[in-house]
């Protein structure tokens, strides 16, 4: 089965990687509009050939994905469950 969410792509694009995954990993309808991260279905060769082409000459920027991270950083999740308790204690 696989991981469910992608945290992996998560790590990569924190350090400013260009990715592709599988629309297999759960990550993908999160990112999938991002410039520099693509999707191919999953088993499909000619598809992740094709997106490996066309990333292939995109450099590496450590800040291209940064706008769009904020809601996954461990701040962010430690936000949300420390909102999540409060709301059970009141």
Do not use: K
């Not at 990687?17 to 990112?31: E, L, N, Q, Y």
Request: net charge negative; aromatic share 8%.
């Amino acid at each position: 089965m696989g991981e469910t969410w992608g945290l992996v792509v998560n790590e990569a694009l924190q350090c400013g990687c260009s990715v592709i995954t599988s629309d297999a990993v759960g990550c993908h309808m999160d990112f999938e509009q991002l410039e520099n991260f693509r999707v191919f279905p999953v088993g499909n060769a000619p598809a992740l050939a094709g997106q490996i082409r066309e990333l292939s000459n995109v450099r590496r920027d450590f800040n291209w994905a940064t706008p769009h991270l904020q809601y996954y950083s461990v701040e962010s999740a430690a936000q949300a469950i420390a909102s999540e308790i409060a709301s059970l204690i009141q």
